[in-house]
Structures are given as structure tokens and as C-alpha cells.
């Protein structure tokens, strides 16, 4: 955008001079435009050179120049653009910014005592030398890093003042803003604002830090948390359309999926030192539970294990190779079962139709049962107004029925509530039993070898209790298979 | 008929549930983050009737949860807590991945939390429902509290447990609400009486993990995440309720005795205190000092009759029987060997009354010497001791166990060193009349009742005579059975007696006597008629209430027998004992 912008406004640069020089140094510096006065001297400068010349004679020199004279419409900005030769002002523009860069300003501007001394001899310079050398070897313990001089601002161009730097937005209101406090301040009107100062909440730092402190943080601190009546401060409303509401719980969530109780205690035979039939009792439990598991083991190993007829006898193999070579009775025994097959097949097919009397006595046989049917109904409703008592007996024999089985159902679902759910994949399965043997029991509290671990009872407990589902720890799978390489420093040892 | 026809599974059960993974969908958490949620809120998977019909007819075992429960799920504002957390995890691991130190610090530093307090109310709407649940959350928080600090769970956790079960294990002391201790192999069963709800608790042995590998360690901590928030708001309630500081201190005349001069040896400053208060040695401030002896606000009595009366005498007697329990160890100083498990007994003896130290290597906070002369029982569990003093006596752990849970002082003799010791009875088992009670818990019970107990020592010398004392046992409990058969026996005995003395070959004392007037005892009559009575009206009984009484006396029988049997079997059991202890001696 800024090099079309440069190159429309070329032309008239050339015709208003130092406008152009001005326009052009964009290009060099965007904050140029801003410095107004070395713009203005600019102008100036430009204005008093003499090569600055009109559009004509510069072409005439490029014309000069070529071999071939070229013709060109002068009525096209395209070709003014084109074809006006603007070097030696280009140059002369250069030598200008070279000079502001590297003295600062126009040496034909500058003082005459900014660019010459006067040379007294050979003392001073020898003495400027050690100077010099005093330098450099300072600079040898301190010298600036490569880097820094780099990025030294090697123009002696001061940098364009920024403008808005200095500028205050509604500088007016504000200036005016203030005169009119210090006006009412000398009156003594305090401000509102300042008035409704003492009157803020403070800032609650300890709720901000309740928040960050986490939940298992040691030394966190309890309230009575029923002690306290909810504080709805806030509008209902507007906390419900918020949704900042909280919601109040049903009540069935507060019943326990289980009645047994979240501790149970071990049998009396589970004591450290316990009495010798409790301890004969429980290991009779611990037994039982034993046997059954090794019974369901040998269930499945015998279900496993090859059938005895089906294993092969001689008789079974002579069977076997002769399979396929002695079989003539067989295949007289089934061709009549083929032809017999055929007839049947055949009596499908022989279904005929039925003369209009056999309709009609169709028919009327079919009237004459409903009718008796209907008669026989009546007399059975007849003859239970007799059978009263009897009816009644067994009315209330089913209705005991149905009682019992009610309460067979109830004290079924009763045995159920202690028991564990089907909860998931897996169903869940009691922990082995705590037993010490007669022999591992300790004499003593001190030789006490504790049993089991109370970390799994707690966990098997809130399993059987229903509150979390029974699962088994998730295996390692390998989602790619492994692929051996042989690397090639093992292939040269071996 | 027309209409259009009913789709399958669109009303009915299969409408009510939902399944574990569309329900985790719809609240668009991972499966962990589901479980925490559910456990946090109390919502727990439920068994549908009809599987098939729930699971549209398919057969799979799923998961199913209520539908309206996950709707409840919903509002709930941790869910967005957790969102945020799994946003500051992968925050966090990026950060790691570049390498930029200065945004770890800076998100851990803002790491998102959430209360639990807002769900303990929602839960929990009550203190009495609260307290209700507390077993749970004592047990977990016990069990974490002994876990190593290996990284299993966090060092905070723990930490926090810790704290929690030492303001427990303070408040119960203080309260002295302790009714049973059974020692079980797993662990030690406690139970306590606070504000009229039992509560048990199991706490296990130090040392003594090996972390099973099939728990769930994620959804026990979960667990531990809302107990140990319910157990700090139950505290802080329950110490309130007996006008003590909640951040428990100690009194101020006990901190003084406490200082030592070289405790920074044994605990960092900022944990002196809570090791301090786990010491149990201590009691604790109080908001207003009262007296040393508060006035118990006697019950008023109203005027009540008939069955009322009863009860209400049987409640008091019951009272009077805890107001004994509570100061059982009054008075009492106890010293702790070092091979004693110290937390528990100290526990367990400061609840009742008693004064207890040890020695000072063991543990801070140890208020006497070895040396005090006003020791009463000094704690020992091993074979023998050398430097013995006179006046005390020298008991194993056992017996204090056992004091509490007959509540009352049971003869040290038998608790002595090196002494095999008596059967620890499980207090937790409650014996209906008829069943089989071990002889242990029969001597105990005759203490109880007040009856001094024939001097019955081990030795071979009074070996029949303790013999006896068994069999007129089983004799009493065959009289309470049936008085009816008494004079019969009698009779019977007397005839056995005259019949032996026959077979001896003494003569029979042949004497002719004055005829007596045969008295009548009144008492035995009513007694005979009484019996009369009931034998008719079981002659009128109706058949069917006949079958009924018929069975209940069959059970009562059978379990006489049994306990008869279990008797016999166990006296077999003793003497085989004795007999193996006499051939040992010789």
C-alpha cells in the first residue's frame, strides 16, 4: 500500500519539489512524515539546488543517452512515471540523509568550529595516544559485547518524537474535571465516591483461600455444619435461574441397598486366644467353605475328563476300518421306508370336495353341539347354586394359597436384602475365611500374627453391602504384538 | 385394533434404567471421575427385576443404574470441578512435555479443588444420621492412618486420618463411651456408646500390611475422601457437645507436666502436638473450666405402674451398671512395658479411669516413672521380669481386655506372668438362655452376680473339686429346664443311695422311728399345682397350637442338648489336658 501510494504521487513530487523528497522519505522511515521541521529543511534544500530541472529536459537526456529515440506520449501518467529521470535527485536526496546520519546535520550547516581543530603538534597527539591505549585496555577488561555493538544506533538522526506519547486522551475534560475537585476540596464537599469509601465490604482473603485448599489438606479446618440454618439470602428466583439452586435430594437415595451391618464383627472362634469350641466352630466353617470349593473343582475336572466309552477298544477300531464295506442289510431296510414316503406323499393330494348334503349336515351337527353345550352350561349354573359350601371351601383354600405364597415371596425377598446383588460382570465372591490353625495361634498378644488383611475386608465389605460393584483388576493387554529382531551386534557374536 | 403399533422398550422398566456407560455419556465424565461421583453422592448401581426386559432384550450382565439418580447426578456442581481437573491435568502435562518449569508452578499453584461440605449436609441432614453411618468412615479412616507413607495413597490423606482417629480416640476417652474391645486375629474390634448410637469399629495392628493387590486403591481413597470430611464435621460437633475446644488441646496443667527438655529429638515442632495428643496420656481443655466434678442432672421420675415400673427399674439398674463400668480403672496407676501394644491400652485404660504411662523411649508424653512406688499394675508380656517390685502387681495385656468386657475387676491370678492364659471370650456374642456357654464365661457371669468364687486354682491338688463345681453347673441349668422332674430325681438319687449302700454289704440301718407328721410345704404345693395346671392346659390345647407348642419345646430341647453335649465334650477335652499336664510334670 505505501509503495503504490509513493509511486501516484511521484510526478507531482517532481512539479512541487521538496514535497516529493518529503513524500519519499516514507519510504526510508515511516515516522518521518511526523518530523515536521526536518521537513521543512528539507524543502528548503531542495528548493536551492540547481539541478532540480522539469520533466523535459530529463528526458531529453535519457534520450541522448540511448542509441534509438524513443517516443513517448507525455499526456499518460503512466509514461511521465515511466520515463522522467529522477537519479540525480534521488542522489542528491541520498547525500543529504547520508550527511544528517553520519553528522547529524548539513555539513554545510554546521559551525566551522564543529569540523575543524586546530593541529598544535606532536605532544598533544602522542599524549591522546596513551589516552587511546588507556582506553583500550580498559576496554580489554570491559569491552561491549559483539552483539551490542551491533544493534548500536549507528545514525546520528535523533529518533522521531512520538506525538502520542505526549498526548492525553480528553486531556480538556480531565484538566477540567480536576480544577472543578480542587475547587469543592477547598470548599470541603467530599466527593460521593470517596464519601461511600469506609462504607465497602472488605475484601475476604480467607474465602479465596478456602478455595485453593485442598480437600485432604491435614490441618483443614470443621464447622458445625448443623448447627447453622441455611442462609438464603438470595433471591429464590434468582437462584433458580441461575441455576445456582441446589437440588434437594429424594428422599429414596438415603436408603441403604443393604441391611447388613458396615462392621461385622469376626466369630467368637477368631479371637487371639479364643475358647476351644468357637475355635473348633470356625474352623468347621472354614472347612465347609474348603470342601465346597474343592467339590465344584472336581465337578468341572470330571466334565473335563474324556469319557471311558468314548475312548477307543479294538472293537471300535476293527468297526471303524471296516466302516463302508459291510452294509448290505442296512439299505434293505430303507428302501420301503422310500416307497411308503411316496404314498403318502401321493394321499396329499386326494382331498375332495364336499357334496352340498355333507355341508348341510355339517352344519346342523355343529348347531346341535353349541345347543348342547349351552344346555349343559345352564344346568352346571344350576346345580353350583346346591354346591354353595363346596364353592366357598375352595375359594377360600386358594385365597390361602395365594397368602402363602405371599409370604414365601416376602421372607424370599427378606433372605434377598442381606444378600449381594448381580451387580455387573462379575458376581461377587466372599473372601476366605480369617483361621488360625490350632498350631499357629499365638500363647501370647505379643506373639500375635495378625490374619488377613483389613483393607480387603473393607473392600469386600462394601461390596457385599452393594455400594460398589464387584470387579477384578484390569490385565495388561497388548494392543500389537511383539516382534523379535535380531540385533545385528548379537548376529556377529553368535 | 388401529393405532399404531407399540414399540418395544419404550415404557415400563426398560425406561426406568440405564445403563453405566450411557450414563457416564451423559454426564460426560470418564469412567473413574463416574465412579467418584457415584461414591461421593451416595448412588450405588441397583439390580433390575427383569434383566432382560431393562437390557432390551439382551441377556449381557451390565451395569445399571436408576435413571432418575443420574438425572440427580446432573445438577451436582462437583462435576464441573471435575471437568476442570482433567482440563489442569492436560495443562499440566503439556507444560511438562515443553519443559517450561515456571507454567508447572504456576498450575499447580492454582490446582482446582472442591469441598466435600455441601454433600455431607445433602447426605446427612441430621447429626444423628451422620452418626448413624459412622462406622464406615471410622474403620477407613483407622486403616488409612496405619498405612505407610510409600505412595499408595496421598502422605495428606494419611495425615489427615491420623489426625481425625486421635480427636476420635480423645473425645471417647473424654466421654468415656467405651463398651467392648474384642482382640481378633484381623484386627481389635472396639465398640462405643455415643449420644445412644453404638458404634464399632475395627482398628488393625501396626505394621502389619501387605498391600493386597486386588483392592481398588482409587475407590477406597474415594472412600477416605468423604469419611474423613464426615468424621472432622462429627468431632468437631461431638466435642462441642462436651463444651471442649475442638482443635483439641490439652489442659493446660497437663502441657506443663508434658514439657520435656528434649523433645525436639523426638518430633519435629509441628507435629510435636499431634504426637503429644496420640500419646492419650493427656485429657484435654475444656471452652469453660468447670469443676473437677460435674453434677450428673439426675433423670426426673414420674409416677408409672405396672409393666412400666419394671422397665424403667430395669433401665435404671442398667444405668447404674454403666455409671460402674465407666470408672472401672479409677484409681488404678498402670505402667506399660515396652512389649505391650501401647496405643490401644492406653486408649482403652484412660477411657475408664485409669492413670497410665510408660517408659520414655517408647513414646512422648509419659507422665510416670518405672520407679513410682504408686503403681498399681504394671503390664507385661513376656515369660519373666527381673527386677520385680512388691507392690504391684505384674499382669499381661489380656486382662484388661477382659476386665471391661465382664465390667468388673477379674482376679489377677490368673493373668499373671508366664501364667497360661484363660480363653478370650468375644463380648460381641449374646447367649440366649439354653445355649451352650463355655465354663470361662459361666465364672465370669457368677462373678458378675456378685458370688465369690470358690478359690479355683489349676493344680492337679484341687482338680475334683473344681470338677464338681462344673457338674453342679450343668446340674443348675438342667433345673432351670424342668422343675417337674425335680422331686422325681430326688427321690430317684435317694433309692440309688440306699441301693448301693445295700450292694456295699452294709447293713441297713433297721430302725423303728416315731411316725412323723409328713409336713406340708405350701410352697411346694402351689408349685405342684401350678404344674398341674399347665400340664392340663396343654391337654386342651387345639391341634394345631399343640403342633406349635409341640415344636418350640422340641427346638429348646435340642439346644439343651446340644449345649449338654458341647459341656461334656469340653470337660473330655479338660481332662485330656490335665492328664497330657500330669504326664508332662512327671
Redesign the interface.
Known amino acids: 500500500m505505501l509503495g503504490r501510494e509513493y509511486k501516484s504521487c511521484r510526478w507531482r513530487h517532481h512539479l512541487h519539489s521538496g514535497a516529493s523528497a518529503l513524500k519519499k522519505n516514507k519510504r526510508v522511515s515511516f515516522f518521518q512524515s511526523f518530523n515536521m521541521a526536518a521537513a521543512r529543511r528539507l524543502k528548503r534544500v531542495a528548493a536551492s539546488q540547481p539541478g532540480f530541472l522539469h520533466l523535459k529536459s530529463t528526458s531529453d537526456s535519457i534520450d541522448s543517452m540511448s542509441s534509438r529515440r524513443k517516443r513517448v506520449n507525455k499526456n499518460k501518467k503512466k509514461n511521465w512515471n515511466k520515463h522522467s529521470d529522477i537519479i540525480d535527485v534521488e542522489e542528491f536526496l541520498e547525500d543529504v540523509r547520508h550527511q544528517e546520519r553520519t553528522t547529524g546535520g548539513l555539513l554545510s550547516e554546521k559551525s566551522d568550529d564543529s569540523l575543524f581543530f586546530v593541529d598544535v603538534g606532536q605532544s598533544k597527539k602522542a599524549e591522546q595516544k596513551e589516552s587511546i591505549e588507556g582506553k583500550k585496555r580498559k576496554g580489554k577488561t570491559s569491552r561491549p559485547l559483539r552483539i551490542d555493538l551491533i544493534l548500536q544506533h549507528d545514525s546520528l538522526v535523533p529518533p522521531p518524537k512520538d506525538v502520542l506519547a505526549y498526548q492525553q486522551p480528553n486531556a480538556k475534560k480531565l484538566r477540567r474535571i480536576a480544577q472543578k475537585a480542587e475547587q469543592l476540596a477547598a470548599k470541603g464537599v467530599v466527593p460521593r465516591r470517596q464519601k461511600q469509601l469506609p462504607n465497602r465490604r472488605p475484601v475476604d482473603r480467607k474465602a479465596k483461600k478456602?478455595?485453593?485448599?485442598?480437600?485432604?489438606?491435614?490441618d483443614?479446618?470443621?464447622?458445625?455444619?448443623?448447627?447453622q440454618e441455611s442462609k438464603d439470602s438470595a433471591d429464590p428466583w434468582y437462584l433458580q435461574q441461575t441455576g445456582k439452586k441446589?437440588?434437594t435430594?429424594?428422599e429414596k437415595?438415603?436408603e441403604k441397598?443393604s441391611v447388613l451391618?458396615?462392621?461385622e464383627?469376626?466369630?467368637?472362634g477368631?479371637?487371639?486366644?479364643?475358647?476351644?469350641?468357637?475355635h473348633q466352630a470356625l474352623l468347621q466353617e472354614a472347612h465347609d467353605v474348603e470342601v465346597k470349593k474343592q467339590k465344584e473343582e472336581d465337578k468341572i475336572q470330571r466334565q473335563l475328563a474324556i469319557n471311558k466309552e468314548d475312548r477307543a477298544t479294538e472293537e471300535t477300531t476293527l468297526r471303524e476300518q471296516v466302516e463302508g464295506l459291510v452294509e448290505e442289510e442296512n439299505e434293505e431296510d430303507t428302501a420301503p421306508n422310500e416307497e411308503e414316503g411316496g404314498v403318502a406323499v401321493g394321499a396329499i393330494a386326494l382331498a375332495e370336495k364336499k357334496t352340498e348334503r355333507q355341508r348341510k349336515r355339517q352344519k346342523a351337527d355343529k348347531i346341535k353341539e353349541q345347543q348342547r353345550l349351552s344346555d349343559r352350561r345352564q344346568t352346571e349354573q344350576r346345580q353350583q347354586l346346591f354346591q354353595l359350601r363346596s364353592i366357598k371351601s375352595s375359594i377360600k383354600q386358594q385365597e390361602k394359597k395365594t397368602k402363602d405364597k405371599q409370604k414365601l415371596r416376602k421372607a424370599k425377598q427378606e433372605a434377598q436384602k442381606g444378600q449381594p446383588?448381580?451387580?455387573?460382570?462379575l458376581k461377587f465372591q466372599a473372601q476366605d475365611l480369617?483361621?488360625?490353625l490350632s498350631d499357629e495361634l499365638a500363647?501370647?498378644?505379643?506373639q500375635?500374627?495378625?490374619?488377613?488383611?483389613?483393607?480387603?475386608?473393607?473392600?469386600k465389605s462394601?461390596q457385599k453391602r452393594?455400594?460398589?460393584?464387584p470387579?477384578?483388576?484390569a490385565k495388561f493387554k497388548r494392543i500389537h504384538k511383539l516382534k523379535y529382531v535380531e540385533k545385528r551386534a548379537f548376529r556377529e557374536i553368535t | 385394533m388401529g393405532g399404531l403399533q407399540k414399540k418395544k422398550f419404550e415404557r415400563g422398566s426398560a425406561t426406568n434404567y440405564i445403563t453405566r456407560n450411557k450414563a457416564r455419556k451423559k454426564l460426560q465424565l470418564s469412567l473413574p471421575d463416574f465412579r467418584r461421583l457415584c461414591i461421593l453422592k451416595g448412588i450405588y448401581p441397583h439390580e433390575p427385576k427383569h434383566k432382560k426386559k431393562v437390557n432390551k432384550g439382551s441377556t449381557a450382565p451390565r451395569t445399571f443404574y436408576l435413571l432418575k439418580d443420574i438425572r440427580f447426578l446432573l445438577h451436582e456442581p462437583i462435576v464441573g470441578k471435575f471437568r476442570d481437573y482433567k482440563v489442569f491435568v492436560r495443562k499440566l502435562k503439556k507444560a511438562y512435555g515443553k519443559t517450561e518449569w515456571s507454567a508447572v508452578e504456576r498450575l499447580k499453584e492454582n490446582k482446582p479443588t472442591y469441598k466435600l461440605d455441601h454433600i455431607i449436609k445433602e447426605r446427612y441432614p441430621t447429626f444423628i444420621d451422620a452418626l448413624r453411618d459412622i462406622d464406615d468412615s471410622l474403620c477407613m479412616c483407622f486403616l488409612f492412618s496405619t498405612f505407610a507413607r510409600t505412595g499408595k495413597c496421598h502422605v495428606q490423606t494419611i495425615q489427615l486420618c491420623r489426625r481425625l482417629t486421635v480427636e476420635w480416640m480423645n473425645y471417647v476417652i473424654t466421654a468415656r463411651a467405651l463398651r467392648k474391645v474384642f482382640i481378633s486375629i484381623k484386627g481389635i474390634y472396639y465398640q462405643a456408646e455415643v449420644m445412644g448410637q453404638l458404634i464399632t469399629w475395627l482398628v488393625p495392628y501396626q505394621f502389619s500390611h501387605d498391600h493386597p493387590t486386588d483392592v481398588d486403591y482409587r475407590v477406597m481413597a474415594t472412600f477416605t475422601e468423604l469419611y474423613t470430611t464426615l468424621l472432622g464435621f462429627i468431632n468437631f460437633r461431638l466435642y462441642h457437645s462436651l463444651n471442649l475446644l475442638y482443635p483439641p488441646k490439652l489442659d493446660s496443667k497437663s502441657e506443663s507436666e508434658l514439657k520435656e527438655e528434649n523433645e525436639e529429638d523426638y518430633a519435629l515442632n509441628s507435629e510435636c502436638y499431634l504426637e503429644k495428643l496420640s500419646a492419650l496420656s493427656a485429657s484435654l481443655a475444656r471452652v469453660v473450666s468447670t469443676a473437677e466434678e460435674e453434677e450428673e442432672a439426675e433423670p426426673d421420675q414420674f409416677p408409672i405402674e405396672g409393666e412400666d415400673l419394671e422397665k424403667m427399674e430395669e433401665k435404671e439398674k442398667k444405668q447404674k451398671e454403666q455409671e460402674a463400668q465407666k470408672k472401672l480403672f479409677e484409681g488404678l496407676k498402670f505402667y506399660l512395658n515396652r512389649e505391650v501394644p501401647r496405643e490401644s491400652l492406653a486408649f482403652v485404660i484412660r477411657c475408664f479411669g485409669g492413670e497410665v504411662s510408660w517408659d520414655k523411649s517408647v513414646c512422648i508424653g509419659s507422665t510416670y516413672e518405672v520407679t513410682d512406688e504408686t503403681i498399681t499394675h504394671q503390664i507385661v508380656d513376656r515369660p519373666n521380669i527381673n527386677k520385680q517390685y512388691i507392690n504391684r502387681y505384674y499382669i499381661q495385656p489380656q486382662w484388661v481386655y477382659d476386665c471391661i468386657n465382664a465390667k468388673i475387676l477379674l482376679p489377677v491370678e490368673d493373668y499373671f506372668l508366664g501364667v497360661t492364659l484363660p480363653p478370650h471370650l468375644s463380648p460381641f456374642v449374646e447367649e440366649k438362655d439354653g445355649d451352650y456357654m463355655p465354663p470361662e464365661k459361666v465364672k465370669i457371669m457368677a462373678l458378675q452376680r456378685g458370688e465369690k468364687p470358690v478359690h479355683e486354682q489349676e493344680d492337679d491338688d484341687e482338680e475334683e473339686g473344681e470338677d464338681d463345681d462344673e457338674g453342679e453347673d450343668e446340674e443348675e441349668e438342667d433345673d432351670n429346664e424342668d422343675e417337674e422332674d425335680d422331686d422325681a430325681e430326688s427321690e430317684e438319687k435317694n433309692l440309688k443311695k440306699m441301693e448301693e449302700q445295700r450292694s456295699q454289704g452294709k447293713s441297713l440301718q433297721v430302725k423303728v422311728t416315731p411316725g412323723k407328721m409328713k409336713v406340708q410345704n405350701p410352697a411346694r404345693l402351689e408349685q405342684e399345682e401350678k404344674a398341674e395346671e399347665k400340664r392340663l392346659a396343654i391337654m386342651m390345647m387345639k391341634k394345631k397350637e399343640k403342633y406349635l407348642y409341640d415344636k418350640i419345646m422340641f427346638g429348646k430341647k435340642r439346644k439343651i442338648r446340644e449345649a449338654n453335649k458341647l459341656a461334656a465334650k469340653r470337660k473330655a477335652y479338660d481332662d485330656a489336658e490335665k492328664a497330657k499336664k500330669k504326664k508332662a510334670r512327671k
Not at chain 1, 478456602?210 to 491435614?218: D, F, K, L, M, Y
Request: glycine share 6%; net charge positive.
Open positions: 478456602a478455595v485453593t485448599e485442598a480437600n485432604n489438606n491435614p483443614r479446618e470443621y464447622y458445625d455444619i448443623w448447627g441446589l437440588v435430594r429424594p437415595l438415603n441397598p451391618p458396615a462392621v464383627v469376626i466369630a467368637p477368631g479371637s487371639y486366644n479364643p475358647d476351644f469350641f468357637s446383588r448381580r451387580l455387573g460382570r480369617e483361621v488360625q500363647g501370647s498378644l505379643r500375635l500374627k495378625p490374619e488377613g488383611s483389613v483393607l480387603k475386608d473393607r473392600f462394601l452393594n455400594l460398589i460393584e470387579r477384578e483388576r
